[in-house]
């Protein structure tokens, strides 16, 4: 993959994209803040959306929430970087039938 933006390990790529299909919790925030602090995440809120980097997203996330005023409704991979990682690990998101 050319862009070394979106590059974390194939394992945490796994977890994110095949068994939370691109949602990412606290957990997966953190450990892609430490993997590849420079990777995009679309963090949604009620009231709107934002990108910022993954070492930026919790923080941003309890900036958010701190007033009570907003919520954090989900972090997920956008589509490019999702799109990318799959691409580059050849990973596929499983379907429930």
Do not use: W
């Amino acid at each position: 993959m050319d862009n070394k933006r979106g590059i974390i390990s194939r394992g945490l790529a796994e977890k994110i994209i095949v068994e939370h299909h691109g949602f990412l919790m606290r957990i997966d925030i953190d450990a892609a803040a430490k993997e590849n602090p420079f990777m995009l995440l679309l963090v949604r809120c009620g009231c709107g959306r934002f990108l910022c980097p993954a070492q930026d997203a919790g923080h941003f996330a309890d900036i958010v929430t701190r007033e009570g005023s907003d919520y954090v409704r989900d972090v997920t991979l956008p589509v490019e970087e999702s799109r990318a990682l799959r691409l580059h690990y050849g990973l596929r998101e499983e379907v429930a039938v």
